[in-house]
Structures are given as structure tokens and as C-alpha cells.
């Protein structure tokens, strides 16, 4: 199983900049893809994730209606569209993917993921 997050940046605060998920060896159509951010000093938290199977996506209230994840199924990969970013965005973001997925719904929580790649730098500031 492997996960690779990209296109992290040095942006500006209100500026817009897509992330990437490219992922590989596992079922992709029955897969939970999650992705998560990591600041100094703070655990890591969930934003955002999709199911494969169902196209449910959640997103927790920080981001809600600034993020957008989705994904190319020929490509196997995940993005999130970050909009009108703030400089507490600033942080690592990484991408997760559960494997064998339970219900329907994915999650946001550390725990509802097996497999995790590196992650990519994202920075807001002026």
C-alpha cells in the first residue's frame, strides 16, 4: 500500500492550492481516503475523507465550505481543493487510506485509518 500526498506550497492567506493523493496497491473501489493535518505542538486532525464506493464525503467544521475532496478513479487519486485559506491552515498535511472499511460513512479520526503516506508542507502567510 502505498500513499503520496503533493502540492503543498507557500501561498498566501485567501489564496486557493490543491493537494494530491496518489495511491496504489490496495482495493481502491472499497477504500476509505482520508486527509489530515499535523501543526507544531498539536495532534494530528482529521478535515476531511471520502468513500470510494459510496462517494460520501465529510468534513469537519474548520473547513467546511472551503474544502472540497474528490478523486479520479483512473488515476487513483484523491485531492482536496483548499480555498480561502488561513494562516492556521498552516501545517503537514498527510492522506490515509483505511483498507477494509466498516459502513458507509468514512471518518475523520486518527484511528479510522490503517495506512498513511508522507506528507506535504502547506504554508499560509503573508
Known amino acids: 500500500v502505498q500513499l503520496q500526498a503533493s502540492g503543498g506550497g507557500l501561498v498566501q492567506p485567501g489564496d486557493s492550492l490543491r493537494l494530491s493523493c496518489a495511491v496504489s496497491?490496495?482495493?481502491?473501489?472499497?477504500?476509505?481516503i482520508g486527509w489530515f493535518r499535523q501543526t507544531p505542538g498539536k495532534e494530528r486532525e482529521g478535515l476531511s475523507c471520502?468513500?470510494?464506493?459510496?462517494?460520501?464525503?465529510a468534513y469537519v467544521d474548520s473547513v467546511k465550505g472551503r474544502f472540497t475532496i474528490s478523486r479520479d478513479d483512473r488515476e487513483g487519486i484523491v485531492y482536496l481543493q483548499m480555498n480561502m485559506l488561513k494562516p492556521e491552515d498552516t501545517g503537514v498535511y498527510y492522506c490515509?487510506?483505511?483498507?477494509?472499511?466498516?459502513?458507509?460513512?468514512?471518518?475523520?479520526?486518527?484511528?479510522?485509518?490503517?495506512?498513511w503516506g508522507r506528507g506535504t508542507l502547506v504554508t499560509v502567510s503573508s
Open positions: 490515509a487510506t483505511q483498507t477494509s472499511p466498516e459502513g458507509w460513512s468514512c471518518g475523520t479520526q486518527n484511528q479510522d485509518y490503517n495506512y
Open positions: 496497491g490496495f482495493a481502491w473501489d472499497y477504500s476509505f
Open positions: 471520502i468513500s470510494i464506493r459510496t462517494s460520501m464525503t
